[in-house]
């Protein structure tokens, strides 16, 4: 009797595995990945934030959310969004546009009761969170019922550097995770391009965020550049790692000069963080130096305490660099940062109203020059570095990818797979798709149908194949999830929180030392006194 059940499962898993073989053999398609808009996007306030628009509960409420790594889950802030970092304390509209919007779990009829268990175990010091379980519309064709939010109950300690909502996107990531196993995109793939956000709208142009794949429209027409993620005990928060071999002022008489000291033999490793707020932090001596010393200007500078957090200011009567700067990688990937992305008015929140308000007097320079305790530091490439820079990471394959961006409003979306190739024949497009997020579901081709006897007993035969497929997948599933909440959430994950946790706040300390962000975490610097605003003016704003 043992001999024969034993026997009758081995059959049974036989036909699985030959008819789960014989679907992959024969799967010529995959589902088109999918894209977000990443602009200005408008708030409950009526006032807008910049980031990646996605909706929240029913009736939707926006939001500006901004990818973050290593964090796994998805946050938001409520209408209390705990913006005590700032001096001044705002008003409720005012932290809604810091916060990148304000989730009311009340004002949504979506709302569910979420679980501990849907929410991946994080090893830092993120906002202690409450729970819940609600709609999140990603575009006009997708959206996940009963996705697993957290919303913050306190401040962070991040202040300007990383103070909106995040979509987590790390190694085990409750989005990915959902959109693969319900069968959305084919790879736990995401890319990111930040657009650009100059001072007038002639020089903004949206961006994107594609999960499953990226955007080929935005690629301009050089190589793609591979590199590995790095383990979870790299110094690098983001396991993306890239060095540096030149940066280069591009003049607009045609003269280009490196910022790079002749007797500098050795390259800089840098850190890329697709939300930091500039294009880059980079050691004050000799980089900065050369740089303010090459275009004219002044050496000490104050820090803007706005959306370009930390970054340097210009004085009213400075000289203001006006060329261009090329960036050059060990991999071969040359970008070009236009002056209009490097060069932009200094943009700060209005505390009562949340409107954008911007200087034109006192320009910030896109660049935190780090100094004094953070000399050492890993220097980090920010979101302005991906105007410049495409960005793919595909973490099934662990690895990333970059291109020079083409500026683009055009959209040519492509499916990578779990292996990091291009899927060549996407399926046909389909409807608009709400998907429960509480259970992965499965997705077929449609197949013909035959009208002949033959045709009814054929198709008989393979529901049953196909319905052991379906106890095939289930079983999958269910053994990937396990395996995925045990040895992610005590290996990897751990790891690279700990980057996190064994990073002490930096003591109070003097003005003139201007701390910066360390590399190996998001904790923040003393924030200094901010200087009056002069000729203060509505920030212009595209769309």
């Known amino acids: 009797m ?165 979509i987590g996107l790390g190694a085990n990531s409750t989005l990915l995770n959902q959109l693969q196993e319900s069968g959305k995109i084919a790879s736990r793939t995401w890319s990111f391009f930040w657009g650009r956000n100059g001072g007038s709208s002639a020089s903004q142009i949206d961006g994107s965020l594609v999960f499953g794949g990226y955007d080929r429209a935005k690629l301009s027409s050089g190589g793609r550049y591979i590199e590995k993620l790095q383990d979870s005990t790299s110094p690098c928060a983001t396991q993306m790692i890239v060095t540096i071999t030149d940066m280069i002022l591009n003049f607009p008489n045609g003269t280009n000069v490196s910022i790079f000291p002749a007797s500098l033999s050795t390259a800089l490793t840098a850190c890329i963080v697709p939300d930091y707020p500039v294009l880059m932090t980079l050691p004050s001596d000799p980089f900065v130096s050369n740089f303010f010393r090459l275009t004219g200007a002044a050496e000490d500078h104050e820090r803007s305490f706005g959306i370009n957090y930390f970054a340097l200011k210009y004085s009213a009567h400075e000289n203001r660099y006006d060329g261009d700067m090329t960036i050059k990688l060990r991999s071969g990937l040359v970008v070009r940062v236009p002056n209009d992305q490097l060069v932009v008015p200094d943009v700060d929140i209005d505390p009562t109203t949340g409107e954008l308000v911007a200087n034109y007097t006192n320009p910030d ?122 040895s992610w959430k005590a290996s990897e994950q751990n790891r690279a929180m700990n980057l996190y946790a064994d990073t002490e706040f930096p003591p109070r300390q003097s003005v003139d030392t201007k701390p910066e962000l360390p590399d190996s975490s998001f904790l923040v610097p003393i924030e200094l006194e901010h200087s009056a605003r002069r000729s203060a003016v509505p920030y212009e704003l595209a769309g």
């Open 2 to 166: 043992l001999e024969s059940a034993t026997r009758h499962r081995c059959v049974i898993a036989s036909l699985v595995i030959a008819s789960v073989t014989s679907v992959r053999a024969s799967d010529a398609c995959a589902l088109n990945p999918i894209a977000v808009r990443v602009g200005n996007i408008t708030l409950e306030n009526h006032q807008v934030a910049r980031g990646a628009e996605i909706h929240v509960g029913d009736p939707p409420q926006p939001f500006a959310f901004l990818p973050q790594w290593p964090y796994n889950t998805s946050f938001v802030y409520g209408i209390d969004g705990h913006c005590i970092f700032k001096r001044n304390p705002p008003s409720r509209d005012g932290c809604t546009t810091i916060r990148g919007g304000a989730y009311d779990a009340f004002a949504s009829k979506t709302r569910k009761v979420a679980y501990p268990d849907d929410f991946p175990h994080e090893n830092g010091p993120f906002p202690e969170t409450t729970l819940a379980a609600d709609r999140l519309k990603l575009n006009e064709d997708v959206t996940l019922t009963e996705f697993p939010l957290e919303v913050a109950l306190n401040d962070w300690g991040a202040q300007g550097y990383h103070p909106m909502a995040s």
């Open 365 to 486: 320079l896109i660049i935190n020059g780090i100094q004094n305790v953070n000399t050492n530091d890993m220097p980090q490439l920010g979101r302005q570095f991906l105007s410049a820079a495409y960005l793919m990471v595909n973490q099934d394959a662990r690895q990333f990818s970059l291109w020079a961006a083409n500026p683009a409003s055009d959209e040519d979306l492509v499916a990578v797979d779990t292996n990091d190739v291009d899927i060549t024949a996407p399926c046909e497009a389909s409807s608009a798709a709400v998907t429960d997020s509480s259970s992965p579901t499965s997705t077929s081709s449609p197949e013909q149908t035959s009208h002949s006897s033959a045709g009814t007993i054929a198709g008989a035969a393979v529901g049953g194949v196909g319905g052991l497929v379906m106890l095939g997948v289930l079983a999958f599933w269910v053994i990937k999830r396990r395996r995925r909440e045990g």
